[in-house]
């Protein structure tokens, strides 16, 4: 683990990668920006500062593990697989083309890719097995599960929360980007999530809520939970959809399109610094 | 007297046999493991063992994602339960992701008795052999089911195995072979060729000596393996006999005879007659009145094969 880290070339990189999501979306003509750009600073703060991990040996056995509950976020994963080293970045201009290893939703045909997933509420199980198989090898890597916070309304996330509280997998950690958005409107109005919090203490996680777009609480907070012994921690990340980006922020609509050429040059003129 | 035990207990059993010797085997359950046997292997192994509670699609995803380091994963319910209740995951997270788990389920089919038709599974075969990368099998009996369960560990891959909770006869050999998409022919003849799986062999072995007497000659084949099915010995059977009757405990649609079905229509066409349920949902019964009322007796086989020797050229 690096110490000190240098937090303005984290935000530089953040700032690349949202540029790099917008080209990449609108070279597709179809994907998720939305969600993607509100889990930048989370994926920079994970490989670029917490996990431990090598791009040329994406099967080092002893890797943190990182599974992509929300797979339609392919935009943000492969933007930060390419710059970590683990495939030329050239090949984000055949994301979602027919024989690229880029599929719409992540996949293992990718370098770094640890799961398939696609289908909302699959990732905590999936984790949570890794985190148990870990233990009886008694290996000491870290099993990290990136979910979006609409898929919080799937059941079967509840029941993954249970066993990773009941079997103390506190060589897990879950990350709620908690943008606020989900497919077809706010999530306060198509069905709450509050209180989320206490909804996670009560299923008996260890929960930091943070500024999910400050990479320096994003990092206290990664820390913190590697030192939690016995519980799971869940990070909840506050953010904004589309963030970044004016005027795609907490929009819906660009929960699932990509941006055309016009709109294109009009994000990148406006793109944010965060 | 044949000897009758329940497939489940088997699979039991011999799980317990290979953990032994492979401490990489991990079983999961969804608070059923008294029912599905899987309890046995709890108490030889408990560290080895996790019941994660009434949580089927948890079960599979936590399957999947241990295997992904080396285990050979165990996810154990009721058919009815793992299959429906936890599709999603058995596609994306075992199947798609062509994860080393193996789905066994107990309490499939009619014979689940006087818990009814919630519990009664008659859709595990459609549906399970319809996803890709996942193999089906059926165990006959107590023999093959402990070949069936060593097999299926050493396999790599998805695999779907149904286990029975009535006691079936014990109609294989400790010398018989057994290998996934390889059918085993229990009884030649040359009149008819009647293709069953599970409980149906022993029913079919028993509407073939019904036929026998009746001057009509039934050969009888065990298809254990529903996919990938056994296309080599189904266009024999119909090149050499003309006709073929298919019994299942199971529903009509997607299951053994659809397998089959498609296998003839392609390459051998001859008349079929299918017997499984059709279409309709279980009740509460013994097994034994069920497979009457819903016509999977050797005599319903019997008439079946009647039938289809009449429609034959």
New interface residues.
């Given amino acids: 683990m690096p110490q000190a880290p240098d937090i303005q070339a984290l935000k530089q990189k953040a700032f690349e990668f949202r540029k790099e999501i917008l080209e990449t979306l609108n070279l597709a003509g179809s994907g998720h920006p939305g969600g993607s750009l509100s889990a930048v600073e989370i994926m920079v703060a994970l490989y670029f500062y917490k996990m431990q991990h090598r791009p040329t040996d994406p099967k080092w056995e002893d890797r943190d593990r990182m599974i992509v509950s929300k797979g339609h976020v392919s935009p943000v994963v492969y933007v930060t697989l390419a710059n970590a080293g683990y495939f030329p970045k050239e090949e984000l201009k055949r994301f979602r083309k027919m024989g690229s290893f880029l599929q719409g939703h992540v996949h293992v045909k990718t370098p770094g890719v640890e799961f398939n997933t696609g289908s909302l509420g699959h990732g905590l199980s999936v984790a949570n097995g890794i985190a148990i198989g870990a233990k009886l090898l008694k290996k000491s890597f870290r099993t990290f599960c990136l979910m979006g916070d609409g898929e919080l309304q799937e059941g079967s996330v509840w029941e993954a929360a249970m066993t990773a509280a009941h079997h103390k997998l506190d060589n897990v950690c879950a990350i709620v980007d908690y943008n606020q958005v989900q497919e077809n409107g706010l999530i306060s109005d198509i069905k709450n999530l509050e209180p989320l919090t206490t909804k996670w203490q009560s299923f008996g996680w260890h929960v930091l809520s943070v500024d999910g777009h400050d990479l320096s609480v994003l990092i206290a907070a990664l820390d913190q939970a590697q030192a939690t012994k016995d519980k799971p921690t869940v990070i909840i990340a506050n953010t904004l959809k589309g963030k970044g980006v004016k005027f795609m922020e907490l929009q819906a609509g660009w929960h699932g399109k990509a941006p055309n050429t016009q709109q294109l040059k009009d994000a990148l003129e406006i793109l944010e610094r965060v | 007297m044949t000897e009758m035990i329940a497939t489940r207990d088997g699979f039991g059993n011999e799980l317990v046999e290979l953990g032994k010797t492979n401490d990489k085997i ?1 079983v999961f359950s969804g608070d059923l493991e008294d029912a599905t046997r899987a309890e046995y292997f709890k108490k030889a192994y408990p ?2 063992f ?1 019941n ?2 009434i ?1 089927e ?2 079960v ?10 080396g ?1 050979v ?1 165990f996810a154990t319910s009721f058919a009815v339960f793992l299959t429906n209740r936890a599709y ?2 058995i ?3 075992v199947c ?2 062509n994860c080393n788990v193996k789905v066994v389920c107990s309490h499939a089919g009619l014979t689940v008795g006087q818990d009814g038709a919630s519990a009664q599974c008659l859709e595990d075969f459609a549906i399970m052999r319809v996803l890709p990368n996942i193999r089906v099998i059926c165990p006959v009996d107590n023999i093959e089911v402990c070949k069936a369960t060593r097999t299926i560990v050493a396999e790599n891959g998805p695999i779907y195995m149904r286990t029975s909770r009535a006691p079936l006869p014990v109609i294989t050999q400790q010398s018989d072979p057994f290998v996934i998409g390889k059918a085993n022919v229990m009884r030649d003849g040359k009149d008819v060729a009647i293709i069953a799986c599970g409980i149906m062999v022993s029913e079919s072995l028993a509407a073939a000596e019904i036929l026998k007497g009746q001057g009509i000659d039934a050969r009888v084949i065990n298809m254990h393996t529903i996919k990938p099915i056994d296309k080599d010995a189904i266009i024999a059977a119909a090149k050499e006999t003309g006709a073929v009757v298919t019994a299942e405990e199971h529903q009509m649609y997607g299951g053994l005879g659809s397998a089959v079905v498609e296998v003839l229509a392609q390459h051998q066409p001859v008349p079929v007659e299918m017997v499984a349920v059709a279409d309709s949902f279980g009740e509460s019964g013994t097994p034994e009145e069920l497979l009457k009322a819903y016509h999977l007796k050797d005599v319903d086989i019997a008439q079946a094969v009647r039938k289809v020797i009449k429609r034959k050229k």
């Fill in positions: 991990l560290a080895r996790f994660l509670g949580t699609q948890d599979v995803g936590t399957a999947a994602g241990a295997s992904t380091l285990f994963t999603d995951q596609r994306m997270d798609y992701n």
